[in-house]
């Protein structure tokens, strides 16, 4: 931090808690769905899933970062980690309501990145443009999930 940072240091790093507890669950889950994803379609979705598991876990370490750069100290303990997160861990029973569930993770997440950017706005602009970055493949993960939806007929 600079002499210059508007922010209130301890509100963020809070906040960045909810966003790191939020992007362990989605590494969580889309990791667990690409290894127990099973079908006749399932090799291209296991490797989007696969795909979209290691841009969590770099949004992860960015937003930890962040933190630690705030003066906090990344809470990664898996204790209340669910309670913690703005999306839900949920695993689907099939390979369509995988990703139906990824599909509605994204967009929560989306909704919830949208907001803390209107939050931080010039008050932090550092972690407004890494939430920034972060949305816009928050955004497109939304739509490969939609897009696999369309392409299983529904």
Same mark, same amino acid.
């Given at each position: 931090?600079?002499?210059?940072?508007?922010?209130?240091?301890?509100?963020?790093?809070?906040?960045?808690?909810?966003?790191?507890?939020?992007?362990?669950?989605?590494?969580?889950?889309?990791?667990?769905?690409?290894?127990?994803?099973?079908?006749?379609?399932?090799?291209?979705?296991? =490797?989007?899933?696969?795909?979209?598991?290691?841009? +969590?876990?770099?949004?992860?370490?960015?937003? !930890? #970062? @962040? &933190?630690?750069?705030?003066?906090?100290?990344?809470?990664?303990?898996?204790?209340?980690?669910?309670?913690?997160?703005?999306? =839900?861990?949920?695993?689907?029973?099939?390979?369509? +309501?995988?990703?139906?569930?990824?599909?509605? !993770? #994204? @967009? &929560?997440?989306?909704?919830?990145?949208?907001?803390?950017?209107?939050?931080?706005?010039?008050?932090?602009?550092?972690?407004?443009?890494?939430?920034?970055?972060?949305?816009?493949? +928050?955004?497109?993960?939304?739509?490969?999930?939609?897009?696999?939806?369309?392409?299983?007929?529904?």
């Amino acid at each position: 931090m600079t002499p210059a940072y508007r922010g209130d240091s301890k509100q963020a790093i809070e906040i960045l808690q909810t966003v790191l507890a939020t992007e362990i669950v989605c590494v969580l889950r889309y990791t667990m769905n690409a290894v127990v994803a099973a079908g006749i379609f399932s090799d291209s979705v296991k =490797q989007e899933f696969d795909q979209h598991a290691k841009e +969590e876990q770099e949004h992860m370490r960015r937003v !930890a #970062e @962040r &933190i630690n750069q705030l003066g906090g100290k990344p809470d990664f303990n898996p204790d209340g980690l669910a309670s913690r997160a703005a999306s =839900q861990y949920a695993e689907g029973a099939d390979l369509i +309501e995988m990703i139906r569930e990824n599909l509605i !993770a #994204e @967009r &929560i997440a989306c909704e919830h990145y949208r907001e803390l950017i209107r939050y931080f706005g010039d008050n932090d602009t550092t972690t407004r443009v890494m939430l920034g970055s972060i949305l816009t493949n +928050e955004e497109e993960h939304a739509n490969d999930m939609r897009d696999l939806l369309v392409a299983h007929g529904r």
